[in-house]
């Protein structure tokens, strides 16, 4: 059983005039053997985007990409004819199966409402899918409503035990996404699986066995589970729970 706490400081970084990202995994020109995954996630991108800026038309194949927005809203379009705002609460899953176009813009007054001027803050996610292949498909769902009591919610998820409830699906059975917006004092049990990872990109938090974590911060934990996690500032946590892991 390991616990392995990943500092927001250690995580490299690609800054550009129109991007601050940060990396918990190899991306880019950021590569490390020894850093590419964690169970089936191979990308936890913390992204903040300038307004009127974003990332250009690019390619994506046999990837299953999760978007959660903190703040600010970004446009996806895709050569499927899928687009979208996306806004805090509002869970999106792109497959991208044999091969799909899109891109991701901080620009949504260009659908609706007046510009702004407002940077977008977002975690995008990527899960290896369990078979590929598969015909690239598109779905976003309000989830909002559900994090108001605090819990951990299933907000993206390819398990069968998930199929009806307030989640979308993923193309990877062995994979869910959890999400929490505690106020300080609130706290929720990690699920026991052999992989989870728990993202802090919200707030401050204090982990059962390991204690603070700040905002930023993410831990890996192998074979164990189903410990307490607290907010100590009004906080917002990522857990993917994954039965199964990638080759090494």
């Known amino acids: ?35 590419t995954h964690h169970g089936v996630l191979l990308v936890n991108n913390d992204d903040i985007v300038k307004p009127g800026t974003g990332f250009d038309t690019h390619p994506h194949r046999d990837m299953e990409i999760v978007t959660w927005v903190l703040r600010g809203s970004l446009v996806h379009q895709d050569s499927e004819g899928h687009s979208g705002v996306i806004y805090p609460g509002l869970a999106q899953r792109m497959s991208a199966g044999t091969g799909i176009l899109h891109s991701e813009k901080n620009d949504s007054w260009r659908l ?49 035990r998930d199929a009806g409830r307030s989640a979308i699906r993923i193309n990877n059975r062995y994979a869910a996404l959890h999400v ?4 300080p004092g609130q706290s929720v049990h990690l699920p026991e699986a052999p992989f989870l990872h728990l993202f802090v990109p919200r707030g401050t938090v204090d982990l059962e066995g390991a204690g603070h974590l700040a905002e ?7 074979a164990t589970g189903g410990q307490r996690v607290t907010a100590t500032d009004p906080a917002e946590i990522l857990v993917w729970e994954m039965h199964a892991t990638l080759a090494a």
């Open 1 to 35: 059983m390991t616990v392995d706490i990943r500092r927001a400081a250690e995580r490299p970084a690609t800054k550009i005039q129109w991007l601050d990202s940060k990396h918990s995994f190899s991306f880019g020109r950021h590569q490390d053997p020894g850093n």
């Open 112 to 160: 609706q409402g007046e510009q702004h001027t407002d940077p977008v803050h977002f975690v995008q996610m990527w899960v290896v899918p369990d078979e590929g292949g598969l015909t690239p498909g598109y779905e976003q769902l309000e989830i909002d409503a559900e994090l108001l009591g605090g819990a951990l919610v299933p907000v993206a998820s390819g398990m069968a």
């Open 180 to 183: 929490a917006r505690l106020q």
């Open 216 to 222: 930023g911060d993410a831990v890996r934990f192998t």
